[in-house]
């Protein structure tokens, strides 16, 4: 069974780019959840994609965006990126019908300068 | 809003030096809790799923309990390789919507010394 994987592992940007990072989900999963971590918290909720289609949507502004593809892997679009987007992005499967279990990947670290 | 607390924000112990980390939650029909160990730099690696007051679940060292208001996190006899961050969440409701928003608190930063 293969786990959540996550590309890049590390990305340094600068103020007002745009971003892109990717997550496979885990063998049979279907449903993919989008985190953000800061230092010394824990992760925020950004959104939800399942069957791809956007199924929920935390308190983040709409520069943050996504996509899901038929294989059910996910991306995460940050626009205009602003110092306070640096942070850890976690990305999480799970199957639809048991949204809550949630598996998470090893993150990309954005640090943007 | 469902919140979630945690407590100690930090923890040191000592090598067998039993202890517990405390999740408070306030929520509107809860629909599960959940508690993860997270390793510096790694994604949160799941350890267990508590649905019901009085629900125990237990995994070599740890012991996850469940009340009506909290959730405790048992470590016997730590070792240093149990040093890590906990963190506790729960599904956020959302008027009936079934979807995955899970509510993190802040976790536990645990060092056991050797």
């Known amino acids: 069974e293969t786990g959540v994987t996550q590309s890049p592992t590390h990305l340094i940007k600068t103020r007002g780019q745009q971003v892109t990072l990717r997550c496979s989900s885990q063998?049979?999963?279907?449903?993919v959840s989008w985190y953000q971590q800061a230092l010394g918290q824990g992760p925020q909720f950004i959104f939800q994609?399942?069957?791809?289609?956007?199924?929920g949507r935390g308190n983040f502004p709409p520069r943050f965006s996504g996509l899901q593809f038929p294989n059910y892997s996910s991306e995460l679009n940050v626009n205009a990126l602003e110092l306070d987007d640096s942070a850890l992005y976690l990305c999480?499967?799970?199957?639809?019908?048991?949204?809550?279990?949630?598996?998470f990947g090893p993150g990309t670290r954005l640090t943007v300068t | 809003e469902d919140q979630v607390t945690q407590s100690p924000e930090a923890l040191r112990l000592q090598e067998g030096e039993s202890s517990s980390l405390n999740c408070s939650y306030t929520?509107?029909?809860?629909?599960?809790l959940f508690w993860y160990r997270q390793d510096p730099g790694k994604g949160p690696e799941f350890l267990f799923t508590?649905?019901?007051a009085g629900e125990e679940k237990e995994k070599e060292r740890l012991k996850a309990t469940l009340t009506k208001k909290e959730s405790f996190l048992h470590i016997t006899a730590p070792k240093p390789e149990d040093s890590a961050t906990y963190l506790c969440a729960v599904p956020q409701n959302a008027g009936g919507t079934s979807y995955g928003k899970l509510t993190f608190g802040q976790g536990t930063i645990l060092t056991v010394h050797p």
């Open positions: 929520v509107s029909g809860l629909r599960g």
């Open positions: 063998s049979g999963h279907n449903t």
């Open positions: 994609y399942y069957r791809e289609e956007e199924n």
């Open positions: 999480a499967s799970s199957l639809g019908g048991r949204f809550y279990e949630q598996y």
């Open positions: 508590l649905y019901s």
